[in-house]
């Protein structure tokens, strides 16, 4: 007798699809992993920006009340807005307490340009004319302005009624984005105290308009990045 021989197995998986379907499948579990790997990057990123952004906070805290201990309550320092000679008076008083890698007032070298609001608009070219800016020794990038009140409740979202500081970190220095409420992020000194940003109006965090406001809404979306 002869005996029929047994027809090969075909793999399971292979024998229901053709070679377009096989090649399609591999392409969305291609983008499926890309998508994941990115999702997990800006992840890592975002954790390392709330990081950060508590740290800038407590420094720039902590100095203050080293400040207001040896220069009286700020209410006195008679600091008039938009004047670079106000901005250099309050990083002179600052100065002592601040470990700073570079000092570039209001010239090139502590600031990356162009750097951007968060609706993508361009926010600086060049350096204004008012700014102090500074290098931390940890390679975070400080301006330090000194706004007329009616510029920080507008702008920044914090209710003054005097002439104040305003310090805008980027929390990464000269590495991009370069994006107000992405690595930028500014602080506020009202009275005696360090406040961030949009602590009484955070209407401006938003991917439509300039972002200024953003820190506060980090701070209070227990610092994770909710408004993008």
């Keep these: 007798m002869f005996s029929v021989p047994k027809r090969e197995k075909k793999n399971k998986f292979f024998a229901g699809i053709s070679l377009l379907e096989f090649i399609l499948t591999m392409g969305i579990i291609g983008v499926i992993a890309s998508l994941t790997y990115t999702g997990l990057q800006r992840h890592a990123e975002e954790q390392k920006n709330a990081v950060a952004i508590k740290k800038i906070y407590s420094v720039l805290s902590q100095v203050t009340l080293f400040v207001i201990k040896d220069r009286d309550s700020s209410v006195h320092w008679d600091l008039e807005g938009y004047s670079h000679n106000a901005s250099e008076l309050a990083f002179h008083y600052y100065e002592p307490y601040f470990r700073t890698v570079r000092i570039c007032a209001n010239d090139e070298g502590c600031w990356r340009y162009p750097s951007w609001y968060l609706s993508g608009h361009q926010y600086l070219s060049e350096t204004e004319y008012y700014n102090y800016m500074f290098t931390l020794a940890d390679g975070m990038n400080v301006i330090i302005n000194v706004y007329p009140p009616e510029v920080v409740v507008r702008d920044f979202g914090v209710n003054v009624d005097r002439p104040t500081v305003v ?53 209070n979306d227990n610092y994770e990045f909710k408004y993008f």
């Design 167 to 219: 310090f805008l970190a980027d929390i990464n220095g000269d590495n991009p984005p370069n994006t107000i409420g992405k690595d930028i992020f500014p602080f506020v000194l009202r009275e005696d105290v360090i406040v961030p940003s949009g602590i009484d109006n955070s209407y401006s965090c938003n991917v439509r308009s300039t972002g200024l406001t953003c820190t506060s809404r980090i701070i």
